[in-house]
Every structure is written in structure tokens, then in C-alpha cells.
């Protein structure tokens, strides 16, 4: 038998019961605002993810951005020699396919990379 949950907790998940604050000026809370709008979150949320997303990565945008460019390169490049090596020709929409599927993993690669060193 499953025990009682606890009041507020939502199945499956630690209750939230800590709290952090912050001041932000009117512009900077208007930017905020406008990102969890954007989001569909709200304030509280986005900002929660935000700050746990960037915990878990371990890395600034900075780091983060070269990161994945470079994943991306490597990506290319692996991609790219693999079918010259074994004598495929790839065509234009072949080589375009190849760098939208790259783009759309790159980050999440190069995250994937900064979690896993942190272990």
C-alpha cells in the first residue's frame, strides 16, 4: 500500500517548500516576464528551470555555445569522411539534411558532454 501524500505534493515528486528571491529593476523583470510568457511558464517556472538547466549543464552559455559548435564540426566531419572513405558520393540535399540533423542535436550533445564530466 502506497503511503499518503503529503498535502501539495504533487505524485511522484519531492514537495517545493524552499524558496529563493531576488530584485530585479522594472526592465530586468519586464525581460523575465516576457521569456516565461514566451515559454508558456510562469515566472516562478521558468525561472526554476532555468537555474536547475544550468546547474545540471555545468557550464556558462559561453562554454556551452563553443562546446556545441565544436560537437557540431566533429559531427561534420566524422559525417563527411565517413562517406568519402567508403566512396559515396552525397548529394547537396544529402549534405543539407546532414547539417540540419547536426544543428538540431549539437546542443544537447555538447550538454549531455558537461553533465557527464561533472559525474
Known amino acids: 500500500m502506497e503511503p499518503p501524500a503529503k498535502r501539495g505534493a504533487i505524485r511522484g515528486r519531492e514537495a517545493r517548500n524552499q ?4 530584485k530585479l529593476t522594472e526592465t530586468e ?21 532555468l537555474t536547475l538547466r544550468s546547474l545540471r549543464s555545468g557550464a556558462n552559455d559561453t562554454e556551452l555555445i563553443a562546446l556545441s559548435e565544436i560537437v557540431g564540426v566533429s559531427l561534420l566531419l566524422v559525417n563527411v569522411l565517413r562517406s568519402l572513405g ?34
Open 19 to 22: 524558496t529563493l528571491s531576488t
Open 29 to 49: 523583470y519586464r525581460v523575465v516576464e516576457q521569456a516565461s510568457s514566451t515559454d508558456g511558464k510562469t515566472t516562478g517556472e521558468w525561472l526554476r528551470d
Open 86 to 119: 567508403t566512396g559515396q558520393r552525397m548529394s547537396a540535399e544529402g549534405f543539407d539534411k546532414l547539417v540540419d540533423e547536426i544543428g538540431a542535436t549539437k546542443y544537447d550533445l555538447a550538454t549531455k558532454l558537461i553533465a557527464d564530466r561533472r559525474r
